[in-house]
């Protein structure tokens, strides 16, 4: 288990990469020693094997001086034997000067007739011949007797005489036992650091053991924590560094479970507040609705109630009108027919608001028939004639119904129409009016478009709210109670459709209104379409 190595987790521990280093750091150091020391032994070795086998070189050689005087190979034979005798030398001969040897022991492979460079030059001492993978081969010549003996030189000579060469002896020293040496030296030492290593590396791993329970169990409470579990904390031990570490994690995870308190207790108070604003909030919203509800059938009642009593007042005020002008009470006449205008006025005012009760309450009920859309216009066309008359205004009415007769509410149309066009006959001064019709199969569209005072982008959109023009001052100008454009909407909605609005201050305005026809269009008895365009011009 020491030397396992996991190679599927690329992070290994600190304790494996510590014993990793160190092993690898110890195997290294143990191989450079061997080798370094094994050198070193085998060049010494090296060194003394040469020397001593120079010395036997020329031990032989001194032996061999008899041999080559006589020629005869037996006068050395012993000098030969004793000098195979030693144990690293393997070949041992004598040579005459031409080469020939004249006596020889053991075996060597070198080539014949190797002469080294300065033999040529007269060598007179053994040197090394040949230095091959497995031996060395030492050459030493071999001299007379004469060489050297100064004291049998005679007096009246003036030159000493040379020594005579007699020839040369080859020692050959094997390499085996270098070899042998080396390779012992190199293994005794690579057992002994190997062991040493293994020695230090168990002493290295208890260490290790020790130092490292602290990391691995500050490891596994982190591992904890990033589970989730907040509670947990270190136990402050081991070196100093891995203590301070465990210090700060317990300082953080003090900060943590802190911050989770506050959390939890902010996310309750959040949950208490929110539950008791939903509470407040459905409480105001059936609150809303009952009001609105109770508004809303009050309107109903009220205006029902008003509408019965008005009618009649309009009704017997235009009888009296009729019988005063018959009387010839003009003035009487037309005092009466203010009070009419009035009573109509509020009538169209009780109406507007019974229709927004019915609205809201959910209570309007469409009634569907064949509308022949020429009707409606001309209609429309009378009603608003006098308010067109009153302010000078021209009114175009343009209709392409292509003989077809939608079915809808046609009542919610002319209204629809009514309160579009009776604004722009009232916002329109000595201007010209467009009315345009278009009835298709799919879809209704309507168009009233004027030259009157316009609307501001920043009003278009509260105009469609209840009792709202486009500003107080329109609002003390023009007379209404802002519940026609409402309604108008209210009612688009209600059949499906949408209303638009193209306007710019100064400059005019167009409603538009679509309204989609689902039922199945009746068809007038007429072929091709039909367009019908009037001119009004009031006078």
């Given amino acids: 288990m020491l030397w396992r190595i996991d190679t599927s ?4 521990s600190f304790r494996r ?8 750091g110890v195997l290294g150091l143990a191989l450079a020693t061997s080798l370094a020391t094994a050198w070193v032994a085998n060049y010494r070795s090296g060194q003394l094997l040469m020397a001593q086998g120079i010395e036997i070189t020329e031990n032989l050689a001194r032996q061999s001086v008899l041999a080559l005087l006589y020629g005869s190979g037996e006068n050395a034979a012993d000098a030969v034997r004793e000098t195979m005798n030693f144990p690293a030398v393997s070949y041992a001969a004598i040579q005459e000067p031409d080469g020939t040897v004249l006596i020889s022991g053991g075996h060597i492979n070198h080539p014949a007739g190797e002469r080294p460079a300065s033999e040529s030059q007269g060598a007179d001492r053994a040197y090394l ?32 005489p040379e020594p005579e060469r007699l020839g040369r002896v080859l020692v050959g020293v094997s390499k085996k036992a270098l070899h042998t040496a080396q390779f012992s030296v190199f293994l005794n030492n690579g057992l002994v650091t190997m062991a040493l290593a293994l020695v230090l590396l168990a002493v290295l791993n208890i260490y290790l053991s020790r130092l490292t329970i602290p990391l691995k169990n500050l490891h596994a409470l982190m591992e904890q924590a990033e589970a989730g579990d907040t509670r947990v904390r270190a136990k402050i031990e ?58 809303s059938e009050f309107l109903a009642n009220v205006t029902h109630e008003l509408r019965t009593p008005l009618q009649s007042i309009i009704g017997y005020t235009d009888v009296s009108i009729e019988m005063l002008e ?18 109509q006025h509020l009538l169209t005012l009780i109406n507007d608001l019974l229709d927004m009760a019915r609205i809201e309450a959910g209570r309007l009920q469409l009634n569907p028939e064949p509308v022949a859309m020429s ?41 629809i129409l009514l309160n579009l066009a009776g604004n722009a006959a009232k916002f329109t001064r000595q201007g010209h009016i467009r009315i345009s019709v278009r009835a298709m199969p799919a879809e209704l569209t309507m168009a009233v478009k004027d030259d009157g005072i316009g609307i501001a982008e920043s009003q278009q959109q509260r105009i469609f709210e209840h009792f709202r023009q486009a500003d107080g001052s329109t609002t003390r100008r023009f007379q209404g109670a802002g519940l026609g454009l409402a309604i108008t909407r209210q009612l688009c909605e209600l059949m499906g ?42 006078t």
């Fill in 238 to 295: 081991g070196p100093m560094e891995v203590a301070h570490i465990a210090r700060v994690f317990n300082q953080m995870m003090e900060a943590l479970a802190e911050r989770d308190r506050r959390l939890r207790e902010h996310n309750e108070l959040l949950e208490s507040e929110v539950a008791l604003r939903t509470r407040e909030l459905v409480y105001a919203r059936d609150a809303a609705l009952a009001a609105s509800q109770q508004k």
């Fill in 9 to 12: 987790n690329p992070h290994p």
């Fill in 17 to 24: 990469r510590l014993l990793l280093t160190y092993t690898l």
């Fill in 497 to 538: 459709g949408s209303i638009g609005l193209r306007s710019r201050l100064g400059e005019g305005a167009e409603f538009t209104v679509h309204i989609p026809l689902t039922g199945a269009p009746d068809t007038l008895n007429t072929t091709g379409k039909q367009i019908i365009t009037m001119n009004t011009q009031g």
């Fill in 375 to 415: 009707d409606v216009v001309d209609e429309v066309a009378g009603i608003i004639a006098p308010l067109l008359k009153a302010n000078g205004n021209e009114l175009d009415v343009h209709i392409s119904d292509g003989g077809v007769r939608p079915t809808l509410d046609r009542g919610r149309i002319m209204q």
């Fill in 129 to 160: 011949l040949a230095d091959g993978t497995r031996f060395w081969l030492f050459s030493a010549p071999v001299f007379s007797p004469s060489q050297g003996a100064d004291d049998n030189v005679p007096e009246y000579a003036a030159v000493p």
């Fill in 326 to 343: 018959d009387e010839g009470l003009d003035e009487l006449a037309s005092d009466s027919r203010r009070v009419l205008n009035s009573a």
